[in-house]
């Protein structure tokens, strides 16, 4: 009696088309902020407009922190997480479904000095805030208004 054997039929392997990951190449550390009580801000820029954050992910030093965004800077984001000491160095990632698009390293900054404002005395010692005298010439322990933020891109 023959015996027929059946010719093996072919099958598509499937593939997994990766998601193509953003250009952050812009991207840089912006600033890294002690908050208290061990959180700490770590605010990223450079991020490109209209930039889709569904699956991203911010990890520092393997730690995952809560990110958002702030309408007057769409190019930032503001990350918040476990602090850590001055002096350490830490390496901050950006992913995207997992898969690491950004890295970048800062070392950990010692907290500053947070200046008080103080009202000018004038010569009686009461406050003399009608004064037409020139302030902030750093005498009397006055202390300059903060810079403005800067601006998001180039003024055109």
């Known amino acids: 009696t023959a015996t027929l054997t059946p010719k093996p039929t072919e099958t598509s392997t499937p593939t997994v088309t990766a998601t193509p990951l953003p250009d952050l190449n812009a991207v840089t550390i912006y600033s890294v902020a002690d908050l208290g009580s061990g959180r700490m801000l770590v605010t990223l820029a450079g991020l490109p407009e209209g930039l889709n954050l569904d699956g991203l992910e911010v990890v520092v030093n393997d730690i995952a922190y809560s990110c958002g965004q702030q309408a007057p800077y769409p190019d930032r984001l503001y990350c918040v997480g476990q602090s850590f000491t001055p ?61 403005p933020p800067p601006s998001p891109g180039p003024n055109t």
């Open 87 to 147: 002096g350490t160095t830490i390496q901050v990632e950006v992913r995207f479904d997992k898969v690491v698009a950004w890295r970048g390293e800062i070392v950990v900054p010692a907290p500053q000095p947070t200046a008080t404002p103080t009202r000018e005395k004038g010569k009686n010692g009461e406050g003399n805030s009608d004064s037409s005298e020139e302030s902030g010439s750093g005498s009397d322990g006055d202390v300059p208004p903060p810079p």
